[in-house]
T-cell receptor
Framework: NAGVTQTPKFQVLKTGQSMTLQCAQD?????MSWYRQDPGMGLRLIHY???????DQGEVPNGYNVSRSTTEDFPLRLLSAAPSQTSVYFC????????????FGSGTRLTVV | KNEVEQSPQNLTAQEGEFITINCSYS?????LHWLQQHPGGGIVSLFM???GKKKHGRLIATINIQEKHSSLHITASHPRDSAVYIC????????????FGKGITLSVRP
């Protein structure tokens, strides 16, 4: 089925560990983005990309890295996990510009202990 | 800072009731999205609109660009409509980036 595939669904990390959240889409969308969702707050943009080889920072980029080597994949790397990064993470993709709807991944619940 | 405000914060309704959820924003936008998130679940796009009104089943979304306001209506509400409803906007000039409201938690009682 076409859509956004996000893995893993759940992850527990120890403080200081690193990991990569995977995101892949098969809709040939130019735009891909990562968000974190915390209780009482709206979705906040971490990083985004408007095409292969192009990435930019969002609202809360510190502690995270991204790369976009292909149109399909947009992994999010946590360099040295901290308890403040405990959150639910969503990847989303869209066609470039405002005329296209968004498709979201199923989310990753990350706990940093 | 461009913001998206949603009201009410939480909403409880009885099955069958007509429900309205509101969203207001601060400056010009090119499009507005309504999203749905079930407890513990993923996020689904319900509507994207830049003017007027859209309808899908029991859901109706309207937008008034001049008043910078949108509403999501649910007719004949059902317990399966219980979810968080999120409004998000593309501010003019922001390309594909979205600014999100905090979401409204709707609970429909049988």
């Amino acid at each position: 089925n076409a859509g956004v595939t996000q893995t893993p669904k759940f992850q527990v990390l120890k403080t200081g560990q690193s990991m990569t959240l995977q995101c892949a889409q098969d809709m040939n969308h130019e735009y891909m983005s990562w968000y974190r969702q915390d209780p009482g707050m709206g979705l906040r943009l971490i990083h985004y990309s408007v095409g292969a080889g192009i990435t930019d920072q969002g609202e809360v980029p510190n502690g995270y890295n991204v790369s976009r080597s292909t149109t399909e994949d947009f992994p999010l790397r946590l360099l040295s996990a901290a308890p403040s990064q405990t959150s639910v993470y969503f990847c989303a993709s869209a066609g470039l510009g405002q005329g296209y709807g968004y498709t979201f991944g199923s989310g990753t619940r990350l706990t940093v202990v | 800072k461009n913001e998206v405000e949603q009201s009410p914060q939480n909403l409880t309704a009885q099955e069958g009731e007509f429900i309205t959820i509101n969203c207001s924003y601060s400056v010009g936008i090119s499009a507005l999205h309504w999203l749905q998130q079930h407890p513990g679940g993923g996020i689904v796009s319900l509507f994207m609109l830049s003017s007027g009104k859209k309808k899908h089943g029991r859901l109706i979304a309207t937008i008034n660009i001049q008043e910078k306001h949108s509403s999501l209506h649910i007719t004949a509400s059902h317990p399966r409509d219980s979810a968080v409803y999120i409004c998000a906007v593309h501010y003019t000039g922001a390309n594909s980036k979205l600014t999100f409201g905090k979401g409204i938690t709707l609970s429909v009682r049988p």
